[in-house]
C-alpha cells in the first residue's frame, strides 16, 4: 500500500509540472489550429468563387453565341418573308421571329443578371484573398512562435510523460480512476498533511486520522475537499 501512496503523490507531481509545462503553451496551439483552419475555409472559398465564375463565363458565352445565331435566323426569315406567295407561310415567319427575338431578350436579361453576379464573386474573391494573406503572414509568425515553445518545452515533457508511464505501472486500475476523477474536480487529487491540516484544503484532520495515514497503509480521503490524503513522509521521500 505504501507504494501505491507513494505512486499517487509521485503522478501528482508529474501532473502538476505537466500543468505548468502546457499552461507555459498557453493556447498558442489552439489558435494556430483555429488560424489555420480558418485558411482552410478561405481557400476553399477562393476556389468557389473562381469556379462560380468560369461557370457564369461559360454560360454567358453560350448565350452570346446562341443569340448571334437568332439575329442571323432572324435576317434570314426576313428575306424569306419577301420571297413568300401567302399569308399563311408569312405569319409562321412572323412567329419564329418573334419566338427569337424573345430569347434574346431574355439572353440579355440572364447576362445582365451573371455579369452583376460575377461582380460580386470578384469582389468577394478580393476579399477573401486579403484575409488569405493577413493569414498567412500572421501563421508565419504564430508557427515560429509555437516551435520556439515546443522546442523549449518538448523534451521536458516526454521525459515527464514517460516518467508518468513508469509511475501508473504501480498503481491498479481502481486506484487511478479514483486519482482521475479526484483530479478532474480539484485539480490536484493527492493532498499530503501538513501541520496537521489537509493541504489541498487547509482543513484540520481530525488526530486519529492522522495517526491512521501515518501508517501509510490505508488510502484516505480529506473528509472536506474529497483529495487522498498521504503523510508527509510520503511526500518527502517521493520526488520527481
Ligand atoms: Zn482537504
Known sequence: MKSTLQSLYLLQLLDTELDELRELRGDLPETVNAMEAELKMVE????????????????????????????????????????VTNNKEYDALTREMETAENTIASHEAEIEQTMQRADELKTSKTEFETRHEELVKELEVKHEELKEILEATNEEEMTLEANREEALKGLLEKDLELYTRIREAKGKAVAPIRRESCSGCYNVVPPQMILEVKKNDRLFICEHCGRILVSEEIAQETSI
Open 44 to 83: 476553399q472559398r477562393i476556389e468557389e468563387c473562381d469556379e462560380a465564375l468560369k461557370k457564369g463565363a461559360v454560360e454567358r458565352s453560350q448565350m452570346e453565341k446562341e443569340s448571334l445565331e437568332l439575329i442571323a435566323k432572324i435576317d434570314k426569315y426576313k428575306g424569306q418573308q419577301l420571297e
